[in-house]
C-alpha cells in the first residue's frame, strides 16, 4: 500500500503564480523525499528533507514537514511552463528493524504551468 | 544524469514468454531497485539488491525474479510474462538506501501482447 498520498491529484496553474503539492503519509518516517518526472522520462530528485527538520529551500522550491501531522508541502515560487511534470514525495520507514533500504512512493500530483 | 542505462528501451513480446530487463550503473552504488509504473498506481517497488548476490522483495514481486552478480549490474526477469505486466519499468539506484536520494533510470516500456 502506498505511504505517501499527494494532494491534489492535477493542479493546473498560470505562469508566475506559486504551485502547492500536498503529501500525507501514514507511519512514522527518518526522511522524504519529493520527485519531479517530465512525461516519458524518469523520476529526477528534488529535495530532501529529514524527520528533525520543518522547512528547507532549494531554489524555488520550499518543502515543509510537519511530523505531528504527518503531512508535508512542495511549494514552487513564480511557476515557469517547464516545471509542467508530475511530483512525487517518497518516503522510507523509520521502524523498518535497522534496515532502510526502501522508499515508497505516492501516487503523484500532475502539474500544468500555462503560458 | 547519473550512469545508469536501462534496456531494451521498449519492448513487446506475447504472453507466456519470458523476458529479462537489464539495468546497468557506472556509478559503484550499493543498492539497487526496480520499479514498475502504472496509471493510477503511481510508482510500485518490485525487488530491491542491497548488495551483490543480495537481494528482496518489493510491494509487487509476484511473478518477477532478480539476479545480481556483479556491482553493475541488475536483471529483472519475468519467467512467464502476462498482459498484467504491461508496464514501464524503472530501475534506480543509491548509495546509502533510503537515506539519501535515488537516482532513476530512463524506464523500459514493456508491452505483452
Known amino acids: 500500500s502506498q505511504q505517501g498520498e499527494e494532494d491534489p491529484q492535477a493542479l493546473s496553474i498560470q505562469e508566475g503564480e506559486n504551485a502547492t503539492m500536498n503529501c500525507s503519509y501514514k507511519t512514522s518516517i527518518n526522511n522524504l523525499q519529493w520527485y519531479r518526472q517530465n512525461s516519458g522520462r524518469g523520476l529526477v530528485h528534488l529535495i530532501l528533507i529529514r524527520s528533525n527538520e520543518r522547512e528547507k529551500h532549494s531554489g524555488r522550491l520550499r518543502v515543509t514537514l510537519d511530523t505531528s501531522k504527518k503531512s508535508s508541502s512542495l511549494l514552487i515560487t513564480a511557476s515557469r511552463a517547464a516545471d509542467t511534470a508530475s511530483y512525487f514525495c517518497?518516503?522510507?520507514?523509520?521502524?523498518?528493524?535497522?534496515?532502510?533500504?526502501?522508499?515508497?512512493f505516492g501516487k503523484g500530483t500532475l502539474l500544468t504551468v500555462n503560458p | 544524469d547519473a550512469g545508469i542505462t536501462q534496456s531494451p528501451r521498449h519492448k513487446v513480446t506475447e504472453t507466456g514468454t519470458p523476458v529479462t530487463l537489464r539495468c546497468h550503473q557506472t556509478?559503484?552504488?550499493?543498492?539497487m531497485y526496480w520499479y514498475r509504473q502504472d496509471p493510477g498506481h503511481g510508482l510500485r517497488l518490485i525487488h530491491y539488491?542491497?548488495?551483490?548476490?543480495?537481494?528482496d522483495k518489493g510491494e509487487v514481486s509476484d511473478g518477477y525474479s532478480v539476479s545480481r552478480s556483479k556491482t553493475e549490474d541488475f536483471l529483472l526477469t519475468l519467467e512467464s510474462a502476462t498482459s498484467s505486466q504491461t508496464s514501464v519499468y524503472f530501475c534506480?539506484?543509491?548509495?546509502?538506501?533510503?537515506?539519501?536520494?535515488?537516482?532513476f533510470g530512463p524506464g523500459t516500456r514493456l508491452t505483452v501482447l
Open positions: 556509478e559503484n552504488h550499493r543498492y
Open positions: 534506480a539506484i543509491s548509495a546509502s538506501g533510503a537515506r539519501n536520494e535515488q537516482f
Open positions: 517518497a518516503t522510507d520507514a523509520s521502524n523498518s528493524g535497522g534496515s532502510n533500504y526502501k522508499l515508497t
Open positions: 539488491s542491497y548488495g551483490v548476490k543480495d537481494t
